[in-house]
């Protein structure tokens, strides 16, 4: 049984988690019955951020660009490479260790390759857990 999602039902509004974080719409991950996916907006300081890429950000593309055009997509791990890019135009992160997986569907804009600083508020941790680039942002 698969199931019940946000987007399989056509929703597309996001989700205000806390002050500042909204999550996407989900949606089924294809392999996993029960299991869904969502990507999550945060609004940075330096403008707004997507972390891990879904079919929830084309949902919720005019609510994304509504709260200011994101600076960068933040992919955790090159498994969501296969939802291919969002027709939202936005750089495209990775670690560098999981670049070949993610740039068989998707530019890559820019890498790291150890934990580092994304403005004042967001932090990428590399943990190497499921994939060799798994990261996890605080």
């Given at each position: 049984m698969m199931a019940d999602t946000a987007a399989s039902t056509g929703d597309t509004?996001?989700?205000?988690?806390?002050?500042?974080?909204?999550?996407?719409?989900?949606?089924?991950?294809?392999?996993?019955?029960?299991?869904?996916?969502?990507?999550?907006?945060?609004?940075?300081?330096?403008?707004?951020?997507?972390?891990?890429?879904?079919?929830?950000?084309?949902?919720?593309?005019?609510?994304?660009?509504?709260?200011?055009?994101?600076?960068?997509?933040l992919i955790n791990l090159y498994h969501e490479a296969m939802y291919g890019s969002p027709a939202l135009e936005l750089p495209v992160h990775v670690h560098e260790q999981d670049r070949a997986g993610v740039q068989r569907s998707m530019h890559v804009s820019g890498v790291f390759t150890e934990r580092e600083f994304i403005g004042a508020d967001l932090e990428a941790i590399p943990s190497g857990s499921h994939t060799p680039g798994t990261t996890f942002f605080l």
């Open positions: 509004a996001l989700q205000e988690l806390l002050p500042g974080l909204y999550a996407t719409p989900t949606a089924p991950l294809p392999f996993l019955d029960e299991v869904v996916v969502r990507s999550f907006v945060l609004l940075a300081d330096q403008g707004p951020v997507i972390i891990y890429n879904s079919p929830g950000i084309d949902a919720a593309t005019d609510e994304i660009t509504d709260l200011g055009h994101p600076t960068r997509l």
